[in-house]
């Protein structure tokens, strides 16, 4: 049976679509704002997820983009935004973020029970071709924020605010330009593609840092970066030149 996610942080729609796409015979789970809709993403794996935009802790854009970050190396369910927002910048943004659809309030239930059938045919076809590994590469492109999660939850971050992220074993700490530091139970790695993607360098094994809060290279084997925080920062040989090239630019 098929898993059907829908977030929506009004009751009543919540309710009234989760007991049409029952009696459809799906399986169905709910979630009320943008946070508990990432956490269920994340464990329950949804087919399908029928998201509204305007919600409390994440929105549906903001949800969307987390998501991509997060699954990076995974088929994303298929993600159908639906909502009142009609404004144009509002459908471009949900579509640039890799929305499937884009559904308008007040909405006709056949119309979206059809629109639904048509999305997992889709994602099956794209599973049985892929093999299950797709690159997302092309979604880390118009969402500005890092999806961290850490005990407090979900948290959204702007890629401007990030000095550097350090490896620490199997956790790793991203540095903030306010001085706070966010300590994140997950590898490094696993933020490397997308970091890379927004105007940051890996310069050593345990460091990736934004170029933009780079101040000065000191000389050495490897060298050191100054960062703009105070903080130095080694650099391995072989990303010695890779560097200097960006630094000259």
């Known amino acids: 049976m098929e898993k059907i ?14 007991e049409i796409f029952n ?7 709910l979630a009320s704002n943008g946070k508990e809709g ?7 794996k949804p ?9 409390p802790e994440l929105d549906g854009f903001e949800l969307l983009g987390a998501i991509n970050q997060r699954m990076k190396d995974e088929v994303v369910p298929p993600f159908l935004f639906l909502t009142a927002k009609v404004e144009p910048q509002d459908i471009r943004q949900g579509m640039s973020l890799g929305a499937d659809d884009y559904i308008l309030k007040p909405f006709d239930h056949t119309h979206l029970l059809e629109v639904v059938r048509m999305r997992l045919e889709k994602r099956k076809k794209l599973l049985e071709k892929s093999q299950g590994t797709v690159s997302n590469q092309q979604e880390f492109k118009g969402f500005n924020k890092l999806a961290l999660p850490n005990e407090e939850g979900l948290i959204l971050v702007p890629f401007d605010d990030i000095i550097k992220c350090q490896a620490d074993r199997a956790y790793c700490h991203f540095h903030l330009n306010s001085g706070k530091t966010i300590l994140v139970s997950k590898s490094m790695k696993e933020f490397e593609d997308i970091l890379m993607a ?3 360098i890996k310069v050593h094994k345990s460091s990736i840092v934004n170029i933009n809060y780079a101040d000065k290279y000191l000389r050495g084997k490897g060298g050191q970066l100054l960062m703009s925080d105070g903080s130095i920062v080694p650099v391995s040989v072989r990303k010695k030149e890779e560097l200097m090239r960006i630094l000259k630019t």
Request: charged share 25%.
């Open 38 to 44: 990432y956490e269920s993403i994340m464990n329950e």
């Open 198 to 200: 927004n105007n940051f």
């Open 47 to 55: 087919d399908l997820v029928i998201c509204d935009v305007s919600m």
């Open 5 to 18: 996610l829908i977030v929506e942080d009004e009751m009543n729609i919540r309710e009234s679509l989760g």
């Open 23 to 29: 009696l459809a015979g799906y399986q169905v789970e």
